[in-house]
């Protein structure tokens, strides 16, 4: 049998190469310059730029959202972009972000609406470019956009401040986030991540109404008319589907198994249930889903404000998975999920309402990619401080999305990949910067074995 060795390798302490590392990351700063993500922080930063700045906040902000793009997860991972000027240019020192980043939090609230007047302004020049949604813009089929709002934790391993414990026993805070689907063909954006203390409840129809408004805010106005939103139970409140309807948009919305749902449930008839699908359409073994509307009594007295006009409840019944916890919901060894919508309309039978539902699972892969760009930790004591925090995150987030968006076809595999396989595949890959004439190039090696990958996006960033 042969045996393959490792080859022996000992270190030259005594000398360097000129190499640059993480040369992938290229694709991240041309991105932000297409975005005008440079341009549109300088102007929302100007109130905190003096005649003695040397380092703009903008570049600040920008150099640390890609030390948390490429991997980074506090303020001193900014040293991995400050040893490569060739391609970051000159970078801010630790105690200078950290100052920045004081300066910011003593208006948190201002800081953070103007960052987010820059990236809504920088989403509608992406998408403008190249939009990474399926179908036309504001078209009801294909066209959609959908916003997932769900709560999350994030842990404190130390006393941070207003970090508690919540209702899961788990102690640090509870932000809540509006996250934008691609689709089955690419990630998503996060629009809106808000910072709350840990004991925050998910539920509550103001948290909802005021998420979902800040997160349209971050649309594109052409991409308003047309807009899904979907969440889970803790969302299904009267004056929140009220607020949805009257805004002209759709809702896809969990409802709770309660026991007026388990009288509806002893009313249906057998023939009312239907197989249900899976992504590629084929009937899925054992489930099946149905409407309850019709069978529903009163959802509240006279007096009350009732259930919007409109609002259909279907429900999904399937035996648990092998090695599944079963629940007290769960009725005569069947898991009943039910959810409420208004959405009607040729092409939108009781399968595919409950697929695009059942969907809404997206939103847990969104929230782990935050989590693996920044979010799994907060750097900071101070909220105020974390509250920025949160806003960089979303920058790296977005950098990378919008990169995937730019750089690749609508159907490449490349728009799937989630943080870490970019970083391991596109962004570690390292390089030689040379001088040739009045040009400096950036040459990759030969052997990686995602280059053409990278030059594909290369060459899209400056033809697309």
Not at 46 to 57: E, N, Y
Not at 250 to 265: E, F, H, N, P, R
């Amino acid at each position: 049998m042969k045996h393959n060795r490792y080859p022996h390798l000992v270190v030259d302490t005594d000398r360097s190469e000129s190499l640059t590392s993480t040369t992938g990351a290229v694709l991240l700063r041309k991105t932000m310059q297409i975005a005008g993500l440079d341009t549109a922080l300088s102007a929302a930063l100007m109130p905190w730029t003096t005649s003695r700045t040397v380092h703009h906040p903008a570049k600040v902000l920008l150099d640390l959202a890609t030390a948390v793009a490429v991997g980074g997860d506090c303020v001193s991972d900014l040293a991995i972009v400050r040893a490569q000027p060739a391609l970051f240019g000159t970078v801010a020192s630790d105690p200078t972000a950290s100052r920045l980043i004081n300066t910011l939090a003593e208006d948190s609230t201002a800081a953070v609406a103007a960052i987010r007047q820059a990236r809504a302004h920088c989403r509608e020049r992406v998408w403008a470019r190249r939009r990474p949604l399926e179908g036309r813009p504001g078209s009801f089929d294909g066209g959609q956009v959908i916003i997932d709002l769900d709560a999350t934790t994030v842990t404190a391993h130390s006393d941070k401040e207003h970090a508690e414990i919540n209702y899961k026993r788990q102690y640090g805070h509870a932000p809540m986030c509006a996250l934008l689907d691609h689709g089955q063909y690419g990630t998503g954006e996060p629009l809106i991540c808000d910072l709350r203390r840990g004991g925050a409840s998910p539920q509550g129809a103001d948290l909802h109404i005021t998420t979902l408004s800040a997160a349209l805010d971050q649309l594109p106005a052409g991409e308003r008319g047309q807009v899904l939103v979907r969440t889970d139970a803790a969302g299904c409140s009267k004056e929140f589907l009220a607020h949805i309807t009257d805004a002209g948009l759709q809702y896809s919305i969990g409802y709770i198994v309660s026991d007026t749902i388990k009288t509806a449930l002893a009313r249906l008839p057998e023939q009312a249930w239907q197989p249900a699908i899976d992504t590629h359409g084929e009937p899925r073994l054992d489930a099946h889903v149905a409407e309850l509307t019709s069978t529903i009594p009163a959802l509240a007295n006279a007096d009350a404000p009732s259930w919007p006009a409109g609002m259909r409840v279907i429900v999904r019944r399937e035996y648990p998975h092998s090695g599944a916890q079963l629940r007290l919901t769960d009725i005569d060894g069947r898991r009943y999920t039910v959810f409420a919508t208004n959405t009607r309309g040729t092409g939108w039978t009781l399968p595919t309402l409950e697929l695009r539902h059942r969907q809404r699972a997206r939103a847990e892969d969104r929230i782990r990619n935050l989590k693996d760009t920044g979010l799994a930790n907060l750097p900071f004591q101070a909220f105020t401080k974390n509250q920025i925090w949160l806003e960089i995150v979303c920058l790296a987030t977005e950098l990378l999305v919008w990169t995937q968006t730019l750089c690749w076809g609508p159907h490449a595999t490349i728009r799937r990949w989630e943080p870490k396989q970019l970083r391991l595949r596109i962004l570690a890959v390292a390089g030689r910067i040379i001088h040739s004439g009045r040009r400096q190039l950036l040459r990759l090696p030969t052997n990686w074995p995602h280059l053409e990958t990278i030059t594909t996006g290369w060459t899209a960033l400056h033809t697309t």
